[in-house]
C-alpha cells in the first residue's frame, strides 16, 4: 500500500512540471530575448548633380530600431576635388540630416561616389553611398566697359569711374582687375579688387605733383579659365583747378529808385565745380547789390544794382568779388553811373556824403 501512494505521488509530481514546462512553452517567446538598440542610414535623392560655382543637397534619413535614439555624427567621402560637405545637423539626435555640397568654379568634373558614414556610441559604424555628378564649366565669358569712360583728375585729388562686367554662358566665376598706363604720380584701386559681380568701382588718386596731361588707362580683367579681358578710360591729369570773372555790360547808368542789371560770367578751369561766392564793393551811397544766385556752382549769376531815391549822383568803380573755396579770390569791374532824375528836385549826394539841393532845369 505504501509503494502504490509512493507512486502515485511521483506521477502527480511529473505531472506538474509538465505542465508547469507546456505553460512556459505555450505561445511567442520572442519577449524573453533582449531587443538590440541599432540604426541605418539611406539618402533620400539618390543621384545628385551639381555645377561648378554652385551648390546641391542631399537628404541622409536614419531609420533607428530596439529603442536606439543616440546622436549619430555624420562624415562624407569620396568627394571630387574642389567639392566640400556640410551637414545640418553634423550630429544628428533625430530621423535626418541635410548634406550640402558646395562645388568651387575650379571643382573637377565628373562622376563619383560620395560615402556617408555615421558613428554613434556603442554602435557599429554604419554607411550608405549615392552618385555626385560635378558638370563641367560652362563656355562662360565676359566683357569689361567703362562708365564713364573719360575721367579728369586734379592734382592732390580723386576721382572715380564703374567698371561694368558683362557675364555670359553662365559664366560666375571671379574678376581679378588691374590698371596700366597710368602717370607718374597716379594710382589705381578698385573695390572690390577680384569682382564677383557686375561692377567695381575705379578709384584714380593723383598725387600733388603728378605728371600733367591726357593718357590712357587700360584696365585688365582676369578669371581662371577665361581669356583676358580689358577695357581703356580716357585719363586727364589738371593743375588744381581755378575761375576768372567777368562783367556785362561793364558800365551801366541807373537813376535814384531804379535799379539796374548786368550778367556776371565765371570761366572754370583745371576741373574746378565748386561755389563761388559773389560780393560787391566800391558801391555809392545809397546803392545797394544783390546776387542770383550768390554763389553759383554754374557759369553766371545775375547782379542787381539799385538805387534809393536819395542815391549819390556820379560814377563809381564797383568792383565784384568771387570767391572758391581753396582757391583764392578773383574780381571784376563795372563802372556804375547813377545819374540824376529827368526833371524835379535831385540828390547831389556824392559818394563821400556830401550832398546839395537843387532843381533840375
Known amino acids: 500500500m505504501r509503494v502504490g501512494m509512493l507512486e502515485v505521488t511521483r506521477l502527480v509530481s511529473a505531472l506538474v ?3 508547469t514546462v507546456a505553460a512556459c512553452n505555450n505561445g511567442d517567446d520572442s519577449g524573453t530575448q533582449p531587443t538590440t538598440q541599432t540604426y541605418t542610414l539611406a539618402v533620400a535623392n539618390g543621384p545628385v ?4 560655382g554652385g551648390t546641391a543637397t542631399q537628404t541622409v534619413n536614419i531609420t533607428r530600431s530596439g529603442g536606439f ?5 555624420l562624415t562624407a567621402s569620396g568627394l571630387p576635388t574642389g567639392v566640400t560637405a556640410a551637414f545640418d545637423p553634423q550630429s544628428a539626435t533625430g530621423n535626418s540630416s541635410t548634406l550640402t555640397l558646395t562645388v568651387a568654379a ?11 558614414k555615421g558613428t554613434a556610441s556603442g554602435q557599429a559604424d554604419k554607411t550608405t553611398t549615392f552618385q555626385l555628378t560635378v558638370s563641367a564649366a560652362a563656355a562662360g565669358d565676359f566683357t569689361l566697359e ?5 575721367v579728369t583728375v586734379i592734382q592732390g585729388l580723386s576721382a572715380t569711374s564703374t567698371i561694368n562686367i558683362a557675364r555670359t554662358g553662365g559664366f560666375a566665376g571671379p574678376v581679378s582687375l588691374t590698371a596700366s598706363g597710368l602717370p607718374n604720380g597716379v594710382t589705381a584701386s578698385f573695390d572690390p579688387t577680384d569682382a564677383t559681380g557686375a561692377t567695381s568701382t575705379l578709384t584714380l588718386t593723383a598725387s600733388a605733383t603728378a605728371a600733367i596731361g591726357a593718357t590712357t588707362v587700360t584696365i585688365t580683367g582676369t578669371s581662371q579659365g577665361q581669356t583676358d579681358q580689358t577695357t581703356t578710360l580716357a585719363l586727364t591729369v589738371n593743375i588744381p583747378g581755378s575761375f576768372s570773372l567777368t ?6 547808368t541807373i537813376q535814384p529808385g531804379t535799379n539796374g542789371t548786368a550778367t556776371v560770367t565765371i570761366t572754370r578751369t583745371g576741373g574746378f565745380t565748386g561755389a563761388v561766392t559773389l560780393s560787391a564793393t566800391g558801391l555809392p551811397n545809397g546803392v545797394t547789390a544783390t546776387f542770383d544766385p550768390p554763389a553759383p556752382t554754374t557759369d553766371q549769376s545775375t547782379v542787381t544794382l539799385t538805387a534809393s531815391a536819395a542815391a549819390a549822383i556820379g ?5 565784384i568779388h568771387g570767391n572758391g573755396t581753396g582757391l583764392g579770390e578773383h574780381a571784376t569791374t563795372i563802372t556804375l553811373t547813377v545819374s540824376p532824375a529827368a526833371s524835379g528836385s535831385v540828390n547831389t549826394r556824392s559818394s563821400t556824403g556830401r550832398s546839395s539841393t537843387g532843381s533840375s532845369p
Open 17 to 19: 512540471v509538465a505542465a
Open 49 to 52: 548633380t551639381a555645377a561648378p
Open 69 to 73: 535614439t543616440g546622436a549619430v555624427a
Open 106 to 116: 575650379n571643382a573637377t568634373a565628373g562622376n563619383a561616389t560620395v560615402t556617408v
Open 146 to 150: 567703362m562708365n564713364p569712360a573719360a
Open 247 to 252: 562783367v556785362d555790360p561793364k558800365t551801366l
Open 315 to 319: 560814377s563809381a568803380s564797383v568792383v
